[in-house]
């Protein structure tokens, strides 16, 4: 053997042998658990027997670090521990918990790998596992994508069988008795003479018991909670007006203060003049900011109004200040240099369509603000050595790491008490707002400031759902869809989002297809292409992401193929499904509507299906066409999530969705001028009124194999389903949204 080859030879075993080395480090580091972060603040005589579960002589914390928008998180992570721990939902108290890798999302990792939901396959399965590596090294703690439940349902029941266990082997070891001659109920360990041992009675000792972590979770025979209908435990304080939020957050010597940014998103603060606002009442300081002015007064309507008198002069947008240049900038994205994707293309669509297609078509989906009611706010005491937020948000971690880069301090002098949300659709995924409050705090050490956006700045400065164009033609053929061919182009919306923390975002951004190259279909000659528009405004996510346009684009396309088939939408759709679970969600919502029925005269219906997040959901909308407009009569709605865990809030969830969804549909745009919102309160962003609701018939499918969440899948459905509806009655087909720009509805 050569020179050459030897040393070639050494260096790949030497090569083999530190790479087998890094392997078996970083297996060992993935599967090594975090540090319980409830035992470094742990008060005398407690047990924090796991991250989920704390107990003192008084009571009994749920940990439940999945924010609470007002979708139930709170209630759904609290009754899951409850289930194995044994306690009932009227004897705990819940918290979110401090920022913390130990409460990483891993159900973050399904949707980020180019796989189908539908592909259960070794590799996709695999490679699902593997992705979940980099969500736990980063320790990505976010609420989103529909992931509460999937990420909760086993380790949450794990954590209060683990808690159980190991309070009764502190009962045992204190009565000498067998851990297996004990049992357990509403939040007591029973002897087997029947004396009755409160958990809070053993905290104290269960502190010094090694957890039992070898548990075995109950069978669903045995369940309680999971999967009977539940009183969510914020419904009181909800119904009551008493539930507070961020922005209800009051502290004693606290300042507050209001912002103008410049409206224009991006761009710069030329110059001001704040002599104006400085000699108004109540005002304390005027603070400038890189992209505007802040305003410390002593009450919030106080600094709103100062604010508003300092005169200030605008730099320009970085972007295209006008609405057609954005959708010019759509429409030449479709070229093969910014093809993002391909990870649909069966059969050969060039050659079937290369005598021409049966249909070629365009849609259009708008720019949209996240719009909840409760706005963006933010309280921050500031103190040289430590900082303390009171917030709602989806990512407590990166507010932590963001406020110690601006601070600098050390990440562990960052306290976020995370509260309650009053609505986000995705709006409190960024964090824009604590790096404001801190930078204003600042300027007032020692004293806790409450920034608030007034409606108009919560709108203007709203990162929105992106702005998407697509494209489709197909080919029929004996009366059945043959050929389908869809183009999809939106800038990324995850090299924005990510890019404002500093993340990179490498490969292909899966949001661009969401919603439509993974569809459970098996058309003949199939394609979806995802086109990566250039940065436009800057976007971030928004209830169903991609699958929010995605949908109405894919099911559009489908539907107007299927009708110059002449084939029937629900018929045609079920013979090309390949996935047993989404033809159980269509076979449902055609019994449910009754599908093939004779309409009532004006009245039209539509079909729309959609897979987001892994969920296949269906709709069917009845409306009317009246002399005055038309009517939204019925929706009907099946969905499959693997199992229910609350059969009323999933149910809420559901009918939330289609309402979010059609008021969209029907009614909101953001568009730019000169660069700014035109829309920027509710009169000029509507959603849909009571009076336009229809009843909504809901049934949810327990016939999937794995545990899905339902927030965000009964989005994307809702707006083809109308727009199909709305064709069946007037023969007119809405290609672009909002759907009464060219309709009037009553």
């Known amino acids: 053997m050569g020179r050459a080859k030897t040393i070639?030879?050494?260096?790949?075993?030497?090569?083999?042998?530190?790479?087998?080395?890094?392997?078996?480090?970083?297996?060992?580091?993935?599967?090594?658990?975090?540090?319980?972060?409830?035992?470094?603040?742990?008060?005398?005589?407690?047990?924090?027997?796991?991250?989920?579960?704390?107990?003192?002589?008084?009571?009994?914390?749920?940990?439940?670090?999945?924010?609470?928008?007002?979708?139930?998180?709170?209630?759904?992570?609290?009754?899951?521990?409850?289930?194995?721990?044994?306690?009932?939902?009227?004897?705990?108290?819940?918290?979110?918990?401090?920022?913390?890798p130990a409460y990483y999302n891993t159900a973050l990792s399904g949707d980020a790998v180019p796989f189908r939901a539908t592909d259960d396959s070794w590799l996709a399965e695999t490679t699902r596992s593997l992705a979940d590596a980099p969500v736990k090294f980063l320790g990505l703690q976010i609420t989103g994508g529909s992931t509460t439940v999937p990420d909760g349902f086993d380790k949450l029941r794990h954590a209060g069988a683990v808690a159980r266990e190991t309070l009764k082997a502190t009962a045992a070891r204190l009565h000498g008795v067998a851990r297996a001659d004990l049992r357990t109920e509403h939040g007591a360990v029973i002897l087997p003479d029947g004396t009755r041992l409160s958990y809070q009675s053993l905290a104290a000792e269960a502190a010094r018991t090694d957890p039992i972590t070898d548990v075995t979770l109950r069978a669903p025979s045995d369940w309680r909670l999971i999967g009977?209908?539940?009183?969510?435990?914020?419904?009181?304080?909800?119904?009551?007006?008493?539930?507070?939020?961020?922005?209800?957050?009051?502290?004693?010597?606290?300042?507050y203060a209001a912002l103008r940014l410049n409206p224009a998103i991006g761009g710069t603060r030329l110059s001001h003049d704040a002599t104006e606002a400085r000699a108004m009442r109540g005002v304390i300081k005027v603070v400038e900011l890189p992209d505007g002015v802040a305003v410390i007064a002593d009450t919030t309507w106080r600094a709103m109004q100062a604010v508003?008198?300092?005169?200030?002069?605008?730099?320009?947008?970085?972007?295209?200040?006008k609405m057609d240049a954005h959708w010019q900038t759509l429409a030449d994205s479709f070229t093969h240099d910014r093809r993002d994707s391909q990870f649909r293309n069966e059969g050969d669509v060039d050659s079937a369509l290369k005598n021409g297609a049966d249909l070629e078509v365009e849609y259009r989906a708008p720019y949209l603000a996240h719009a909840p009611l409760e706005p963006l706010n933010a309280t921050v005491l500031y103190m040289p050595e430590r900082v303390d937020?009171?917030?709602?948000?989806?990512?407590?971690?990166?507010?932590?790491?963001?406020?110690?880069?601006?601070?600098?301090?050390?990440?562990?002098a960052i306290h976020v008490h995370a509260q309650m949300i009053g609505g986000s659709f995705g709006h409190r995924l960024e964090d824009e707002v604590t790096r404001h409050a801190t930078r204003i705090a600042m300027e007032l050490p020692g004293r806790p400031v409450k920034l608030t956006y007034s409606r108009e700045e919560d709108m203007t400065h709203d990162f929105p759902r992106q702005i998407a164009m697509a494209r489709g033609r197909g080919r029929v053929v004996d009366g059945q869809v043959a050929a389908y061919d869809l183009g999809i182009a939106m800038p990324s919306i995850l090299a924005s989002q990510m890019g404002r923390?500093?993340?990179?975002?490498?490969?292909?951004?899966?949001?661009?297809?969401?919603?439509?190259?993974?569809?459970?279909?098996?058309?003949?000659?199939?394609?979806?292409?995802?086109?990566r528009a250039p940065e436009l405004m800057p976007i971030s996510s928004w209830r169903s992401v991609g699958a929010s346009s995605n949908g109405f684009f894919h099911e559009s396309l489908f539907d107007e193929l299927i009708h110059a088939a002449g084939a029937d939408p629900l018929a045609e759709r079920l013979r090309l499904c390949n996935h047993a679970p989404s033809r159980k969600v269509l076979e449902a919502v055609g019994e449910m509507s009754?599908?093939?029925?004779?309409?009532?005269?004006?009245?039209?219906?539509?079909?729309?299906?959609?897979?987001?997040?892994?969920?296949?959901?269906?709709?069917?909308?009845?409306?009317?066409?009246?002399?005055?407009?038309?009517?939204?009569?019925?929706?009907?709605?099946a969905a499959e999530v693997g199992r229910i865990i609350d059969p009323v809030n999933f149910e809420g969830l559901v009918k939330g969705g289609v309402i979010f969804g059609l008021g969209h549909a029907i009614h909101a745009q953001i568009t730019y001028a000169d660069g700014v919102a035109a829309q920027q309160n509710f009169d000029t962003f509507q959603s849909l009124r009571l009076y336009q609701c229809p009843e909504i018939i809901v049934r949810g499918l327990e016939n999937g194999p794995k545990i899905r969440g339902i927030g965000e899948p009964p989005v994307p459905p809702a707006a083809p389903a109308l727009a199909n509806a709305i064709f069946a009655a007037t023969?007119?087909?809405?290609?672009?949204?909002?759907?009464?720009?060219f309709v009037t509805f009553l």
């Open 308 to 321: 508003a008198a300092i005169t200030v002069d605008w730099g320009p947008a970085p972007y295209p200040p």
């Open 501 to 531: 923390q500093g993340i990179p975002t490498p490969g292909p951004d899966l949001q661009i297809v969401a919603g439509a190259w993974d569809q459970p279909f098996d058309i003949p000659d199939y394609r979806v292409t995802g086109y």
């Open 8 to 100: 070639a030879r050494r260096s790949f075993l030497a090569g083999s042998v530190a790479i087998a080395g890094g392997v078996a480090f970083g297996v060992w580091r993935y599967k090594t658990p975090y540090a319980n972060p409830l035992l470094d603040h742990l008060p005398q005589g407690a047990a924090a027997l796991t991250p989920y579960v704390l107990i003192t002589a008084d009571t009994i914390t749920l940990i439940t670090p999945r924010a609470d928008k007002g979708q139930g998180a709170t209630s759904v992570q609290a009754a899951l521990i409850a289930e194995e721990l044994d306690v009932d939902l009227d004897q705990i108290e819940t918290d979110p918990g401090p920022p913390s």
């Open 731 to 741: 023969g007119q087909r809405l290609r672009e949204m909002p759907f009464d720009k």
């Open 594 to 637: 009754n599908w093939g029925g004779p309409p009532a005269p004006g009245q039209g219906r539509g079909l729309a299906f959609c897979l987001s997040f892994g969920v296949p959901c269906a709709q069917v909308i009845d409306v009317t066409d009246t002399q005055d407009g038309l009517r939204l009569d019925r929706v009907f709605v």
């Open 228 to 255: 009977q209908p539940m009183q969510r435990i914020d419904i009181s304080a909800k119904s009551t007006g008493t539930q507070t939020y961020g922005i209800d957050v009051t502290l004693p010597d606290m300042a």
């Open 389 to 412: 937020i009171w917030t709602g948000t989806q990512v407590p971690r990166f507010v932590q790491n963001n406020v110690a880069n601006l601070t600098n301090l050390e990440v562990s």
